[in-house]
Structures are given as structure tokens and as C-alpha cells.
């Protein structure tokens, strides 16, 4: 049985679900989404709380049950508080501002590199405090598409290997490799 397919979702009041079509519709304060499950998946709102159900134990159905419900979940919580990433960008020279929607990138390249928002997502640079490296937060309600354009951002210049300068996430631990000289 998927453990997680069989966890309800509870479902905020500022928050209304509908199903028509095997495509579920989330409407709340900061948005609204929609996403296609499977037809052989049933959704069930009983108050407060989501279930979903499926037929058998067949391998597909097993693994659409897990992704349905985990899919419906990251939507609920993205109209109600959103989704954000946090990145950091190490390295001297190195820096990152928001004009409008577009996300400018002084990265090391002899050009800036600029990224647009897509709809539903927003670019935020705060000042960085002293010693600290600034920091990049990419939030957005659709959970898939805020992890997507995070990739992207830190795509542009991964961290280096050997000095450690690049784009990451927030937390993220890069291993640094000895150079040529560390043998000798």
C-alpha cells in the first residue's frame, strides 16, 4: 500500500478543491491551480479533508496514487503560503539585482545574464548583510515551477570544485577538490 497515497490532506477553508474530468482545480487567497491526475484515481471531500482512492493494487495504480496525492498537496500549500528556494551566490564580483520582473546576473561573464519571471513567480534579492553572501529567494505558488527556475538560476554558474564560487542552494555543502599542487 503507498503510505502516502493513503494520508488525507486537509483541506483551509480560504481553500475550495473541485474535481470534473480526472483534473483537479485549486482556488485560494494567492492563486489558483490546476493539475491533471490520473482517470483511474478517485478523489473523495469529505469537509475538511481530501482522500484519494484507487481500484487495485496494480504497479501503475500504485504509483499514480502517491503522485496524485502528493501533487494535490503542494498545491493546496502553494495557494495558502506559497513556495519559495533560497540561493546563494559565492564568489568576489559576483552579484544578482531584480529590475521589475527580471532577474539581472553578474556572474564572472563578460555580460550580465537576465532571467524573466514567468507568470506566478517573483525574484527577490535582499541586501546582503556584511560577510554574508547574497542570497537569491525564487517564490512563486507552483511548487514544480519555483524548484525549476531555482535550477535554472543556479545552472548559469555552478559552484567551482576547486575555489567553491557559483550559484547554490541555500545549505547546500559543495566538496572541494585538492588542486595539482596539493599532491606535490
Not at 556572474?107 to 513567480?121: C, F, M, Q, R
Request: proline fraction near 7%.
Amino acid at each position: 500500500m503507498s503510505r502516502i497515497g493513503l494520508k488525507p490532506i486537509t483541506v483551509p477553508e480560504k481553500v475550495s478543491v473541485t474535481v470534473e474530468n480526472s483534473v483537479v482545480n485549486v482556488k485560494g487567497p494567492k492563486g489558483e491551480l490546476v493539475q491533471p491526475i490520473s482517470e483511474k484515481l478517485t478523489v473523495a471531500q469529505e469537509g475538511n479533508t481530501l482522500t484519494i482512492a484507487r481500484p487495485d493494487n496494480d504497479r501503475h495504480n500504485r504509483s499514480q496514487h502517491g503522485l496524485a496525492r502528493t501533487l494535490i498537496n503542494n498545491m493546496v500549500v502553494g495557494v495558502t503560503d506559497g513556495h519559495k528556494k533560497v540561493l546563494e551566490i559565492v564568489g568576489v564580483g559576483y552579484r544578482a539585482s531584480v529590475q521589475g520582473s527580471k532577474l539581472t546576473l553578474s556572474l564572472g561573464y563578460s555580460h550580465p545574464v537576465e532571467i524573466d519571471a514567468p507568470n506566478g513567480i517573483s525574484f527577490e534579492v535582499p541586501a546582503p548583510e556584511k560577510g554574508k553572501n547574497a542570497t537569491i529567494i525564487v517564490s512563486g505558488i507552483d511548487k514544480a515551477l519555483v524548484g525549476q527556475l531555482a535550477a535554472d538560476i543556479r545552472k548559469v554558474r555552478k559552484p567551482d570544485p576547486y575555489k567553491g564560487k557559483g550559484v547554490r542552494y541555500q545549505g547546500e555543502i559543495v566538496k572541494t577538490r585538492p588542486g595539482k599542487r596539493a599532491g606535490k
